[in-house]
């Protein structure tokens, strides 16, 4: 059973374009998080919830809006879509405060 | 800014060597954690380590974290091809904010040729 899913994995789009991203972890964890790794490889947190509360908002622009209806899944979604937005996102969660990190396999954004 | 910086930024041995990779970061930590990703896939947790402890082993992993000059080294033991990846170091401390986050290093590139 896979641990932190990431749906679509792969999602190509136009700029302007509206789209959104969906995560689910089965492992309890009551902590979640957004990172983006760019085409150098460095990734970057962007938004973490706790208990679907909003705890950590990095300096992201506001056509990211993520989402948070049960512990178990985080959303990210996004408005307006450039060129600069193609990346590789990655979810993950975690045990509040406590260690490490289970990350998704990724879904990676080409924005044309 | 709290973010760790890995080197070298590309490390090329032979299967069996042993391949060292170093962290350095720049604050107060609550520990460090070594992350590894395989090409087009996602991070997987390698080995964590306490700010109050020096050195801690698992498998053929060997970490070591010196909190007085800021930096951390991994080393892996007799590498395989299989060891091929990017490794991360990941620093958890707090931001000036007071969030608890992880911060990544750029990352080590390592090539195991058979």
């Known amino acids: 059973d896979t641990a932190v899913s990431q749906t679509p994995k792969y999602l190509v789009t136009q700029m302007g374009n509206d789209k959104s991203i969906k995560c689910e972890q089965n492992l309890g964890h009551d902590t979640m998080y957004w990172y983006k790794q760019d085409s150098k490889k460095f990734l970057k947190i962007m938004f973490s919830y706790n208990n679907k509360e909003l705890i950590i908002n990095e300096t992201v622009p506001n056509r990211f809006s993520p989402k948070s209806p049960d512990k178990a899944h985080l959303n990210l979604h996004i408005n307006s879509l450039e060129l600069g937005d193609s990346a590789v996102y990655f979810c993950?969660?975690?045990?509040?405060?406590?260690?490490?990190?289970?990350f998704g396999p990724g879904t990676r954004l080409t924005v044309l | 800014s709290q973010q760790g910086e890995e080197d070298p930024q590309a490390l090329s041995i032979q299967e069996g060597e042993n391949a060292t990779m170093n962290c350095s970061y720049k604050t107060s930590i609550n520990n460090l954690q070594w992350y590894r990703q395989n090409s087009g896939r996602g991070l997987v947790h390698l080995i964590l380590?306490?700010?109050?402890?020096r050195e801690k082993h698992s498998g053929r992993l060997r970490v070591t974290l010196d909190t007085s000059k800021k930096s951390s080294s991994l080393l892996i033991t007799a590498s395989r091809a299989a060891d091929t990846a990017s490794y991360f170091c990941a620093t958890d401390g707090f931001d000036q904010g007071g969030s608890e986050k992880l911060v990544f290093g750029k990352g080590t590139k390592l090539t195991v040729n058979p």
């Open positions: 380590i306490r700010s109050n402890e």
């Open positions: 993950a969660s975690r045990v509040w405060r406590e260690g490490e990190q289970f």
